[in-house]
């Protein structure tokens, strides 16, 4: 996708470049902790994501794992293709998809936020490990700037981390 904003993307981590084409990969890894949070970023909403995982790591002490989304399509496409390559071959070791081996080491958890419709980080849900809490751009906004229309749409850092607590209070 084009999007109409300019932004650095962030540092590739070593071993990911498989995982951008596959639709996704580990950007940063918390710290230690009991409690922990997931979050997964898509699009420019990546940016507010990675903010979100500081305020709860800096004011919270939350470790939190962030993962890069580069497309819920294709995770979920990869995720189709595997059931009915299983359905198919019954006799044989099941396909795992992606998106499961992605987070299988995952507890607790996940939020993904996106500047798209909420329906789009919903497409993987059935192979999310866990409570699956979405953000995304529903319905019609209006602002002067992007920060006043992230807010209205509650993908901004702050209510991305709100969901993110509200989601381990929940567990």
């Not at 230690?32 to 979100?52: C, F, P, Y």
């Not at 996940?110 to 699956?132: C, L, N």
Request: with cysteine; glycine share 8%; hydrophobic share 40%.
């Amino acid at each position: 996708s084009v999007m109409n904003e300019n932004y650095a993307q962030p540092a590739l981590p070593e071993g990911s470049a498989a995982g951008i084409v596959r639709g996704g990969y580990r950007l940063r890894t918390g710290g230690k902790g009991k409690v922990r949070s997931t979050l997964l970023g898509s699009g420019t909403i990546l940016r507010e994501v990675l903010a979100a995982a500081d305020i709860l790591e800096r004011q919270f002490k939350i470790p939190v794992d962030v993962y890069s989304i580069t497309s819920f399509s294709e995770l979920r496409r990869e995720a189709l293709e595997c059931e009915r390559w299983n359905l198919l071959h019954p006799g044989e070791a099941p396909r795992v998809p992606y998106v499961r081996e992605l987070l299988a080491q995952q507890r607790g958890p996940i939020v993904a936020a996106t500047d798209y419709m909420r329906t789009v980080a919903d497409q993987i849900r059935q192979w999310i490990p866990g409570a699956y809490v979405t953000l995304g751009t529903d319905g019609f906004g209006r602002s002067d700037a992007r920060a006043p229309l992230r807010r209205h749409f509650e993908v901004d850092r702050n209510f991305i981390a709100l969901a993110a607590l509200k989601s381990l209070a929940d567990e």
